[in-house]
């Protein structure tokens, strides 16, 4: 029977962020997880030892494509090399990562190769499997530089030596069919010149277990904004992204939008008389409201990279969803379980006659 009586109640639900920086506790729980994806391909579930892996790195082009930004690099001393400024900054100094030359800074194209990256990476495996004659399983993580572009950080079951990876990135001839091999590009786009593959032997399992905690550090760091907020850059690099970003949404959805109309003109032949009506559509970007879709959050947020920053081939291993399943299975199956009945004895303490009262006993 209803009463209409309204209850309310709080309940705490977590935001399931991956960042650390924006919550330690969810953070810390998409670390685990991730964790055991990564391991899953990587450990052997019979000799428990990790498997011949190769570490792919691939990164972005160098100051040549979008602009000299300021940077911080030691020699083999351990001294700080003179940047291209002409001075010498430390590891905390803001000017990291800030172009040099702001007005020249290439920041259209900065948003376009972080928005391509994705496929980029994709068609470089691709690539690399016809070269090497078997699909590779593949498991990446997406790091933001301090300027902002982002470089990919890849575990490639099996060896891929330095000269696949560098036929595949750069073009040239494959010794062993012949063949002209094309450069991987996407729209436009190829990676830079400091690509490397290190291979990682099964008797050393230490190394391999460094580069995969190694992987999992990357995919918890802040994208975009988070990576370098100093000055004006970062709001620069997001506009750049939202500008570029197409958007099929009305104007009412994101104000980014695009309306479309279409106009009716109507002609009229002098010859024949003959009145014809041809229909020419019309878009514009309007502001009806104040918000962005999704797409351009995304976008805003990671300077033009709207991907997932950690990623795996369909062969790698489990999937995020087995291990949440597996976790929260596990978190009921021990979670304590209350006593059928709660006894609750208490007594009241009487100071005896003549003494006074003891510090944190109860009154008489």
Known sequence: MRTGEITTSDFQKRCGTR???????????????????????????????????????????????FGKTHS?????????RRCSCRGYHNANDPLLGTPIDPSTYDYEAAASFNANASRLFAVTIQKLSRILGRKLQVVRVVEFQTRGLVHVHALVL??????????????????????????????????????????????????????????VKYALKDTGNGACSHYDHGDKM??????????????????????????????????????????????FVGSGTKSSCRRHRRAG???GFRGHVLAKSRNWGCTFREVRERRQKWAHGNK????????????????????????GSSPP
């Open 158 to 215: 099996g060896t891929v030596t330095q000269k696949s990876l560098a036929l595949v990135v750069r073009g040239g001839i494959n010794l062993r069919s012949g063949r002209n091999i094309a450069a991987a590009t996407s729209n436009g786009w190829s990676w830079g010149n400091e690509c490397k593959a290190d291979v990682i032997n099964a008797t050393n399992p230490e190394r391999a277990i460094g580069y995969l905690v190694k992987v």
């Open 301 to 303: 947020e990671g300077w």
């Open 336 to 359: 304590p379980q209350p006593p059928a009945h709660l006894i609750v004895s208490w007594e009241r303490l009487r100071a005896e006659p003549g003494t006074s009262t003891a510090p």
């Open 19 to 65: 960042i650390e920086s924006k919550c330690a506790s969810c953070s810390a729980l998409y670390r685990g997880d991730a964790f055991q994806v990564i391991r899953s391909g990587l450990i052997d579930p019979q000799t428990k030892l990790p498997k011949l892996v190769t570490m792919v790195t691939l990164t972005a082009p160098g100051a040549d494509r």
């Open 72 to 80: 911080r690099r030691l020699s083999e001393d351990g001294k700080a």
């Open 238 to 283: 997001a506009r750049a992204a939202e500008k570029d970003l197409k958007c099929d949404n009305s104007i009412f959805q994101c104000k980014h939008g695009v309306r479309r109309k279409i106009w009716y003109v109507k002609s009229v032949d002098e010859t024949t008389g003959k009145t014809t009506v041809s229909k020419i559509p019309f878009a």
